[in-house]
């Protein structure tokens, strides 16, 4: 489909050119800044398609992270457009976008996938996620953050879920523990970079929904995590966040390539 020409086109070269020095003028005059980069807002196109893209790649991640969509699964762009009643441009701008974050695969001339993962791919999932969420550990001991109510409500109905309920409950449960976690961080890009990473753990966890098992050992874990952030012991959170992680990690992987080795002999 042919773009829609969007207000540039009718612009005037010299708009652009004192866009151009009025950008440069406010790297060069730092003590404006303020003023000029309203200056630069306001050359900003219009977003209409930019946020439908953005609600549909939302609707899509929602889909994902309860299980709607299993690994292999394809998202054809024509038929999300009819169900979601919008053109194919910013569902296929959605479906680049989630691309690129890595949670969905393009295959040439195939189309847009939700990923199967291997034992590689979670073993490298997890190590960001130790990464990511060591960073919000450390965090939250270092500046004394004590707003951790978020963080210990997820941890009681953990700790309720996980006598009867189904392991799907407390599996969600858990995905929201780690976010909660480096939310209390306030920082947007730990945020935005966990969130990403807790979706593919989702989609690993959520191919192997047979045989995944939420003991009460795991919901354990969770708790000796937050006792240690609470009592400000930096070295033990660490090491418990840490093992969490490596311990999640080799889980899933022989239940991975268990599952894999069923498939190829079946
Ligand atoms: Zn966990």
């Given at each position: 489909?042919?773009?829609?020409?969007?207000?540039?086109?009718?612009?005037?070269?010299?708009?652009?050119?004192?866009?151009?020095?009025?950008?440069?003028?406010?790297?060069?005059?730092?003590?404006?800044?303020?003023?000029?980069?309203?200056?630069?807002?306001?050359?900003?196109?219009p977003?209409h398609?930019?946020?439908?893209?953005?609600?549909?790649?939302?609707?899509?991640?929602?889909?994902?992270?309860?299980?709607?969509?299993?690994?292999?699964?394809?998202?054809?762009?024509?038929?999300?457009?009819?169900?979601?009643?919008?053109?194919?441009?910013?569902?296929?701008?959605?479906?680049?976008?989630?691309?690129?974050?890595?949670?969905?695969?393009?295959?040439?001339?195939?189309?847009?996938?939700?990923?199967?993962?291997?034992?590689?791919?979670?073993?490298?999932?997890?190590?960001?996620?130790?990464?990511?969420?060591?960073?919000?550990?450390?965090?939250?001991?270092?500046?004394?953050?004590?707003?951790?109510?978020?963080?210990?409500?997820?941890?009681?109905?953990?700790?309720?879920?996980?006598k009867?309920?189904?392991?799907?409950?407390?599996?969600?449960?858990?995905?929201?523990?780690?976010?909660?976690?480096?939310?209390?961080?306030?920082?947007?890009?730990?945020?935005?970079?966990l969130?990403?990473?807790?979706?593919?753990?989702?989609?690993?966890?959520?191919?192997?929904?047979?045989?995944?098992?939420?003991?009460?050992?795991?919901?354990?874990?969770?708790?000796?995590?937050?006792d240690?952030?609470q009592?400000?012991?930096?070295?033990?959170?660490?090491?418990?966040?840490?093992?969490?992680?490596?311990?999640?990690?080799?889980?899933?992987?022989?239940?991975?390539?268990?599952?894999?080795?069923?498939?190829?002999?079946?």
């Amino acid at each position: 489909m042919a773009k829609e020409p969007g207000p540039q086109n009718n612009r005037h070269a010299s708009d652009d050119e004192s866009e151009l020095s009025q950008a440069a003028a406010t790297i060069s005059k730092p003590k404006t800044a303020s003023r000029k980069r309203s200056d630069v807002v306001a050359t900003f196109e219009p977003v209409h398609t930019e946020s439908t893209a953005g609600m549909i790649a939302t609707q899509i991640r929602e889909a994902l992270m309860a299980g709607a969509l299993g690994p292999g699964s394809q998202l054809a762009e024509s038929e999300l457009a009819i169900r979601l009643k919008v053109s194919r441009g910013p569902v296929r701008e959605a479906l680049q976008r989630l691309v690129q974050e890595g949670i969905l695969t393009e295959v040439r001339n195939r189309g847009v996938f939700v990923p199967k993962f291997d034992a590689g791919d979670v073993a490298d999932i997890y190590l960001a996620r130790q990464a990511i969420e060591s960073a919000a550990v450390t965090t939250l001991i270092e500046n004394n953050v004590t707003e951790t109510q978020a963080l210990e409500r997820v941890l009681r109905r953990m700790n309720t879920a996980v006598k009867g309920t189904r392991w799907s409950t407390v599996a969600s449960l858990d995905a929201q523990f780690h976010q909660q976690l480096v939310k209390a961080t306030s920082s947007p890009r730990l945020v935005r970079m966990l969130d990403t990473l807790i979706l593919e753990s989702r989609i690993c966890i959520l191919a192997l929904e047979d045989v995944y098992q939420a003991t009460e050992d795991l919901v354990e874990e969770h708790n000796h995590i937050f006792d240690a952030i609470q009592r400000r012991d930096k070295a033990l959170a660490l090491q418990l966040i840490t093992e969490h992680m490596k311990d999640a990690a080799r889980r899933l992987g022989v239940l991975l390539e268990a599952q894999g080795d069923v498939l190829n002999n079946s």
